[in-house]
């Protein structure tokens, strides 16, 4: 683990700022002084923060009475986020980070006006949020109220806090300091090439689980459902029509297309209403799951190989401009409505580990089904991909890194929220496989009222009349998540526009949302997972690694392709139910990857000597690893078939060579067969997943250890180059930043850099 | 007047912000960039717009970023 340079940082001449400029950075002195310095005011406020949160907390976790205000989940998560952004993160960026504004970040000194262009920290914040933000912060916890709106609002909120906002402004960091380097060559880096190898090998396999399941969780939604179908179909069109637009008429017209795109969705949305009304219209677009599950497969092929301007490039912008605006709509809304929560604090489900949506107890089970809201391991690859390219100035990447992942903690509160709005025996109708509820609403309230809960109840005509508002056939058994979110959010937005009249489109406002993104994510995780593989066979065939060679391309990304499909098809057609089998897979491999991606971090900790704070790491790796290798193991090992999938598969297949013909929710010798295949791959790919989680960790603490021994002091940064520009750190400049800054505007016009 | 010209002040950011986010400013910051370190009338021309949307689309077959879960 030799270091590239001896020295623990560039030495105080090699930053020597241009003599001619204003300063390029505020001494680290005055920032602090700025942060020492209380007035009454900035006390007063502060201390109305810690009030309003800490009573809020109270009111979530004390007074539990009948019924809790959506509004305190509000309150609880923005005090609390704005004390960890204030205090612990600045504590992180003082400490462990140790910023140094005077050195240029890639974007000035690799500048080349396209993929390293430095942009201004407000913009890059919306850039990056876009990217982050996704389908897992809004699917993990709807699924996880099933065990009480508390654990889920604590581990979300404190979650970010301590985990999720560190790894991603850690990974950013570090990958700014080294010229935006990936996550993949950097586990090469500071592992060595058996962990940086498992790493690249787990960061494969997951993206592959987790492509799979967000197309589950698209199937799931539009299945049997004219209207979602119809809609969202029309997004390709839409989104066809806008690349060309782009392309040939009016390029770079952005804002333009965009509006454009998304009143053509509006129209899809409402047309689609109007056709699924229709007789043909119901005929043609109802799609069963399995064959629109192979509809998706095809179309991720052709969408993965399609060039990037025809199709991804538009739908990623009408995409950004969905995902922004409902989500502020959304944030606003439940300000106007605050619903009332009748939701228990914490259910049954949480010890008992029997909740019909996902199996397993609170430990672990609710840490890796919330997943991405609270710590996500996918942030990661961006954190280490495009943002660092763009970050104008080092301070930044407190408020883009840290300050990004509290913003999509709280997209996951809101998500909790919808969810908790909605009436739990809908909720549980909803959730609930259609091996427990049969399919029929006769079926599902027999089912919801079986379980024995305080307060759940529901008849077979509510779930009809529900089906009917919201304009579906049914609303039985649509697990995955989305479905429930949209019938929480269209029961928000309603009472805020429309009426009872606009819950259909509402709800479908939001499936086509979730859909979009969803399909995004497909589409560009086939993209990277096939030049990963292409770059990695190139190692043994050289001709893969050139990623032009057309028929490398496509064997590549039909393997990959074939990879998710198959895991797509086998939750599709599970006769245990697909979600709530398959989930805990995706939560698993997203935790892990955060284990992995906070053992990287770890390890360049530990290669500068700062042992000292290493805790600030080390906790939530510890934490991560805890939770995702014993829910491993518990999938692995635990003889409760509901959790373990050998114990299921042995099971079935005990139940098999008895020779019965059904067994549990399995009714034919056929799905019986298939419980036994699907349990035999599940168990397989948690093998996988943690015995190469493992040897990321474990030679994340040889690596460590080895620094300790060593009194390492060493880097495997870049150098460091001068900077020549300056810009404020947080979203508001310091009155010390605000004076510089006016130095720099004096200057009559930007500095012309020498060429190259 | 001081409403007046709030109001006008904010929507100009507001515009300026919608704007950088959705990335329509990329071609004027190219151009920025390209004459900081050619010159205005260099050996080396700056792409014409659709040159360069075509080229930032084409980069991106080459070079794919993830969009996360």
């Not at chain 1, 402004?169 to 962990?195: C, N, P, W």
């Not at chain 1, 179908?229 to 839409?238: L, N």
């Not at chain 1, 099971?651 to 019986?672: H, I, N, Q, Y």
């Amino acid at each position: 683990m030799a270091a590239k340079s001896g020295a623990p940082g560039p030495t105080e001449a090699d930053l020597t700022q241009d003599p001619a400029l204003p300063p390029v950075a505020l001494d680290p002195t005055i920032h602090e002084a700025e942060e020492a310095h209380w007035t009454p005011v900035k006390i007063a406020i502060w201390l109305a923060i810690a009030l309003l949160g800490g009573l809020s907390w109270v009111m979530l976790a004390v007074v539990r009475g009948e019924t809790v205000n959506a509004i305190w989940f509000v309150f609880a998560a923005i005090c609390t986020y704005l004390i960890g952004y204030r205090f612990y993160s600045n504590y992180i960026q003082k400490h462990l980070l140790r910023p140094d504004d005077r050195r240029a970040t890639p974007a000035e000194y690799k500048a080349d006006g396209k993929d390293y262009a430095a942009t201004d920290r407000r913009v890059l914040f919306g850039h990056h949020f876009a990217a982050i933000a996704g389908a897992g912060p809004l699917v993990g916890p709807v699924l996880a109220a099933q065990m009480g709106y508390l654990p889920g609002t604590i581990w979300i909120i404190v979650g970010v806090v301590f985990a999720g906002a560190v790894q991603d402004y850690l990974v950013l960091f570090f990958s700014m300091r080294r010229g935006g380097r990936s996550l993949g060559q950097m586990a090469r880096d500071e592992l060595g090439r058996v962990g940086g190898t498992a790493a690249l090998i787990a960061t494969l396999t997951i993206m592959v689980i987790i492509v799979a399941i967000l197309a589950l969780v698209v199937v799931n939604a539009l299945a049997e459902s004219a209207w979602g179908v119809f809609s969202v179909g029309m997004t390709i069109p839409i989104a066809l029509f806008m690349g060309c637009y782009l392309r040939f008429w009016r390029p770079g017209k952005v804002t333009e297309i965009s509006i454009i795109g998304f009143v053509l969705l509006i129209a899809a949305i409402i047309g689609g209403g109007a056709i699924a009304g229709t007789e043909w219209g119901a005929a043609m677009f109802h799609v069963e799951k399995v064959p629109l599950a192979i509809g998706i497969i095809v179309y991720g092929f052709i969408a993965a190989i399609l060039p990037v301007w025809l199709l991804l490039a538009p739908r990623d912008y009408l995409s950004t401009f969905m995902k922004i605006g409902t989500i502020g709509m959304l944030a606003i809304a439940i300000v106007i409505v605050r619903p009332e929560i009748v939701v228990p604090a914490v259910t049954e489900f949480a010890s008992s580990g029997t909740g019909p949506v996902v199996s397993g107890t609170l430990f672990p089970f609710l840490f890796v089904t919330i997943a991405c809201g609270a710590l996500s391991g996918f942030h990661a690859l961006i954190a280490s991909g495009t943002t660092p390219k763009l970050i104008e100035k080092e301070r930044q990447s407190r408020f883009i890194g840290y300050g990004g992942m509290l913003m999509e903690s709280f997209v996951a509160i809101m998500a909790l929220v919808a969810a908790l709005s909605i009436d739990q025996g809908i909720y549980y109708a909803m959730n609930a496989s259609p091996a427990l509820t049969g399919g029929t609403v006769q079926g599902a309230a027999a089912f919801v009222n079986g379980l024995g809960l305080t307060g759940v109840s529901v008849t077979p005509e509510i779930l009809t009349q529900t089906a009917i508002n919201v304009g579906e056939e049914s609303i039985v058994s649509r697990t995955g998540g989305a479905p429930t979110l949209s019938v929480g959010l269209a029961n928000i937005m309603h009472q805020v526009a429309g009426g009872s009249g606009m819950m259909a489109f509402w709800y479908h406002f939001a499936i086509m949302f979730e859909a979009l993104f969803i399909l995004t994510a497909v589409d560009a995780g086939t993209r990277v997972a096939r030049f990963m593989l292409q770059d990695t066979l190139g190692n043994v065939i050289p001709k893969f690694k050139d990623t032009s060679w057309r028929a490398g391309a496509w064997i590549c990304t039909g393997i990959m392709v074939a990879a998710w499909g198959a895991v797509l098809v086998m939750g599709v057609t599970d006769p245990l139910g697909g979600i709530n089998t398959l989930f805990p897979l995706f939560g698993i491999a997203n935790q892990l990857l955060a284990a992995i991606a906070l053992a990287v971090c770890m390890a360049i900790v530990a290669k500068r000597g700062l042992f000292k704070y290493i805790w600030i790491v080390a906790v939530p790796l510890g934490f991560a690893a805890v939770v995702t290798i014993t829910a491993s193991f518990l999938k692995i090992f635990s003889s409760v078939p509901g959790v373990g999938y050998f114990a299921q598969n042995a099971a079935f297949s005990k139940a098999l060579a008895d020779g019965e013909t059904s067994f549990g929710t399995a009714t034919s010798v056929e799905a019986m067969e298939a419980v036994v295949r699907n349990t035999m791959v599940q168990g397989i790919l948690s093998i996988v997943f943690v015995t190469l989680a493992l040897i990321v960790i474990f030679t994340a603490l040889q690596a460590t250890w080895a620094a300790w021994r060593n009194h390492s002091n060493a880097t495997s940064e870049d150098p460091g180059v001068p900077s020549k520009i300056f810009a404020p750190s947080g979203l508001m400049a310091t009155p010390a930043e605000k004076a510089n800054q006016a130095e720099w505007d004096k200057r009559p016009a930007k500095p012309r850099v020498r060429g190259h | 007047m001081g409403v007046a010209t709030a109001v006008r002040s904010v929507a100009a950011g507001l515009a300026w912000y919608v704007r950088s986010v959705s990335g329509e400013d990329a071609y004027d910051r190219y151009l920025a960039h390209h004459e900081s370190v050619h010159g205005a009338n260099a050996a080396e021309p700056a792409m014409t717009a659709r040159q360069f949307w075509r080229d930032r689309t084409d980069r991106q077959d080459t070079n794919p970023q993830g969009r996360c879960c």
